[in-house]
């Protein structure tokens, strides 16, 4: 799993703090693997090695892949049309930034979600500047008008049924949301014949999400990946 104040705060406010704890529940991957305490060390160095498996004087932004030129110019020409802007994207699982210089790039609105270990942890890190919110509280993102949810290898984590459908219909009610970009170790295939599917995309590829885009990534992680492109179908027509 890797990388990294509320609405209408500026890029360099810091952060609306989440007012959950990790027993409520409320929280969404807080059943799964050991995020949480990766989040609760000490070093940040830690937890840098502790993310990418590579020593911590390795450790590099994310960049945009190849070939996801296309799909990012759809989502934000689609962004544009319908909110006049490059629109707001939620790094799901934000860790400690490292997806943010890509991600600032693109998009207008840089919300960062993470366990409040984590989130704590990139709000005392100099990459916190470059997001606008640093939420640890799902009320609070759903809260925030999304246009894309970005999932960097968070998804595939979260694997009971269940609860994943529960987190999915949870999202759902993020205004405006429209599109998934998302991650996944291409060993992961959600019980179906496809590399690098998590069970979360899956969920929304049955419920009518188009994939328009799916392409092998072996430059971001160890390994090969998958990285997937899911738009949300448009509501019917008013009758």
């Avoid at 049924?161 to 529960?166: I, P, Q, V």
Wanted: aromatic share 8%; glycine share 10%; hydrophobic share 40%.
């Amino acid at each position: 799993m890797v990388s990294s104040a509320g609405p209408g705060a500026g890029p360099h406010q810091k952060s609306r703090r989440g007012t959950g704890s990790m027993s409520d529940k409320r929280h969404i991957w807080d059943r799964y693997a050991n995020w949480n305490e990766v989040g609760s060390l000490e070093d940040p160095r830690a937890i840098r090695v502790k993310i990418t498996g590579l020593p911590a004087n390795r450790w590099e932004p994310n960049r945009e892949v190849e070939g996801l030129a296309p799909a990012l110019e759809a989502i934000l020409a689609d962004c544009q049309a319908r909110r006049g802007n490059r629109g707001t994207v939620v790094d799901f699982g934000c860790g400690l930034g490292r997806n943010q210089p890509f991600l600032r790039s693109r998009f207008d609105r840089l919300v960062g979600f993470d366990l409040p270990e984590m989130a704590a942890k990139l709000r005392a890190d100099p990459a916190a500047a470059g997001y606008d919110a640093i939420l640890d509280d799902r009320a609070a993102l759903l809260a925030e008008p999304v246009d894309v949810v970005f999932d960097s290898v968070v998804w595939q984590h979260i694997v009971d049924a269940d609860y994943t459908t529960r987190m999915v219909d949870e999202l759902l009610g993020l205004p405006g949301w429209r599109w998934l970009i998302s991650f996944t170790n291409a060993g992961v295939h959600a019980g179906r014949r496809e590399r690098g599917l998590a069970l979360g995309t899956a969920i929304l590829r049955d419920r009518g999400w188009a994939e328009i885009l799916c392409l092998e990534d072996t430059q971001t992680f160890r390994g090969p990946h998958m990285l997937r492109v899911l738009r949300r179908p448009d509501p019917p027509a008013a009758g």
